[in-house]
């Protein structure tokens, strides 16, 4: 819930406005205190920022619209014009979403910007558990949400976890525990060291190629596994998140843009 102060001088900072990396959600993680589920803060390679996202849903949503070729944006906590919705819940006869007598703007999950000439230039997503599809006022925030893009003729997607792949939601899990920022000074010599052996050895697996090297080099047992984790959940290395991590081979992982991660993490200490 937010006061009609708060989200006055959110629209007043540029929230919801812009593009790539200038463009800034409409929320954000600290703004955002009534979380039941894990929120993240992940960079997104095609934007060169952070995204702030309120769930795993959401978390392996953007990890999918991450690595597709022909998304070119994506801007997540998008909000939606306050007369609009008001207007258009008038028209329907419902109850607009209001806290303590204070009209709350409403958001959608992420307005993706597409070049593909087969697909929409854009199209926006709501991401959603599907247990809260069966609440009446959800569905009548969703139904002034999706008539809100129609006016704006933007395909509009709800999308819930049954659509979502059981083995990326697997990984999230397995990952992003470890998705925290850290002061590690010897970064990039581990990003060194593991991109050797990922090309040395390309055909073992994430786990056999980690028994190997705590052997090789006289590490404890799971010392090189916790920091391949580490290094994939904060986006030094990337992988097919639809492909369990159990499977992932040396040959299956790509670096990251270290530069681009090294210089945002600087940024947002």
């Given amino acids: 819930m937010a ?48 995204h702030h996202l309120f769930s795993d849903l959401e978390l392996a949503l953007f990890l999918a619209l991450d690595r597709i070729q022909e998304v070119e944006d994506i801007r997540e906590q998008i909000p ?29 999950t992420f307005f993706v910007v597409n070049n593909s000439p087969l697909k929409p230039p854009c199209f926006v997503i709501k991401a959603i558990k599907s247990a809260h599809l069966d609440q009446k006022k959800t569905i009548a925030q969703l139904e002034l ?21 059981p083995t990326a939601i697997e990984n999230i899990k397995w990952l992003y525990p470890l998705n925290r920022a850290t002061d590690d000074i010897h970064i990039f010599s581990k990003i060194d060291f593991y991109q050797s052996h990922f090309l040395q050895k390309p055909e073992l697996t994430l786990i056999e190629l980690s028994k190997y090297l705590d052997t090789q080099y006289s590490m404890e ?26 499977k992932i081979r040396g040959r299956d992982i790509e670096i990251g843009n270290i530069q681009h991660l090294e210089k945002l993490k600087n940024v947002s200490g």
């Fill in 3 to 50: 006061s009609k102060e708060q989200q006055l001088r959110w629209l007043q900072e540029g929230r919801g406005q812009g593009r790539l990396h200038s463009y800034k959600p409409f929320l954000n993680v600290r703004d955002n205190k009534s979380l039941t589920e894990r929120s993240s803060r992940v960079y997104g390679y095609k934007t060169q920022r952070t």
């Fill in 80 to 108: 939606l014009d306050l007369t609009t919705t008001l207007q258009i819940a008038e028209d329907l006869k419902i109850q607009h979403p209001i806290e303590k007598n204070v009209h709350q703007i409403l958001t959608s």
């Fill in 145 to 165: 949400e999706r008539r809100y893009w129609d006016e704006q003729q933007v395909p509009w997607f709800v999308v819930t976890e049954k659509e979502i792949s």
């Fill in 221 to 246: 047992t799971g010392v090189s596994l916790l920091e391949i984790r580490e290094l994939l959940a904060q986006r030094y290395f990337l992988f097919d998140i639809s492909k369990s991590y159990r």
